[in-house]
């Protein structure tokens, strides 16, 4: 089983739609909890971070960790053509040794929105 | 600003030769980590080095190794390149040894033949 699962989709919707993004995880000591945007061709790029448990929103973004259930979401209101791109959720625990600064990633799911 | 900047963009190398992937950290940063992306994979940790000294490893093999220098860039090397090896590599940098907040360069695509 892998550390953290993310469906792959592809998920399709149209303009404007809500778009749900979510990620599992199985490894409670996750602290750090982030979501990357990534275009194709290009190296991934921090859309949101939430330490713990909570909700966060930026704009359009919200993003939600639930350490209880182990998921963590991302929603996308209004959602653009423009957000076409691989959504990765990554966590870490920073526990020291040889995880310090390591990101353990999702799949990532590949989002496409269409006029 | 510059960004994380790495080179080469692309490379194509035969079975069982050598390769060298470098990266240069945003002005500020000390922290540099290194991640393999195979296609249709999220990213997949290989180490971070942070003030020149080796701070995290992934699941790797001792075919990989790497190095900070003083000026906080960073180079990849792999030996004995397997077909799998065929990836794009990230570079990410981050001013603490902390993994939250990296800005990841566009990486290098490797391909092995």
């Known amino acids: 089983q892998k550390e953290v699962e993310q469906d792959p989709g592809p998920l399709s919707v149209p303009e404007g739609a809500i778009v749900s993004l979510n990620c599992t995880y199985s490894?409670?000591?996750?602290?750090?909890f982030m979501w990357y945007r990534q275009y194709s061709r290009k190296g991934p790029e921090l859309l949101m971070y939430?330490?713990?448990?909570g909700n966060k929103e930026d704009g359009r973004f919200t993003a939600q960790v639930d350490k209880s259930s182990k998921y963590i979401s991302l929603f996308i209101r209004d959602s653009q053509p423009s957000d076409s791109a691989t959504y990765l959720c990554a966590m870490s625990s920073n526990a020291g040794g040889t995880s310090y600064g390591k990101l353990t990633f999702g799949q990532g799911t590949i989002l496409t929105v269409h006029p | 600003d510059a960004g994380v900047t790495q080179s080469p963009t692309h490379l194509i190398k035969t079975r069982g030769q050598q390769v060298t992937l470098r990266c240069s950290p945003i002005?500020?940063?000390?922290?540099v980590s290194w991640y393999q992306q195979v296609l249709g994979q999220g990213p997949q940790f290989i180490f971070q080095y942070y003030e020149k000294e080796e701070r995290g490893r992934g699941n790797f093999p001792d075919r990989f190794s790497a190095r900070q220098f003083p000026n906080y860039s960073s180079e990849l090397n792999v030996n004995a390149l397997l077909l799998g090896d065929s990836a794009l590599y990230l570079c990410?940098?981050?001013?603490?040894?902390?993994?939250?907040?990296?800005?990841f360069g566009s990486g290098t695509r490797l391909t092995v033949v």
């Open positions: 990410a940098s981050g001013r603490g040894q902390s993994s939250y907040g990296y800005t």
């Open positions: 939430t330490y713990s448990s």
């Open positions: 002005s500020g940063h000390k922290s």
């Open positions: 490894n409670s000591a996750f602290q750090y």
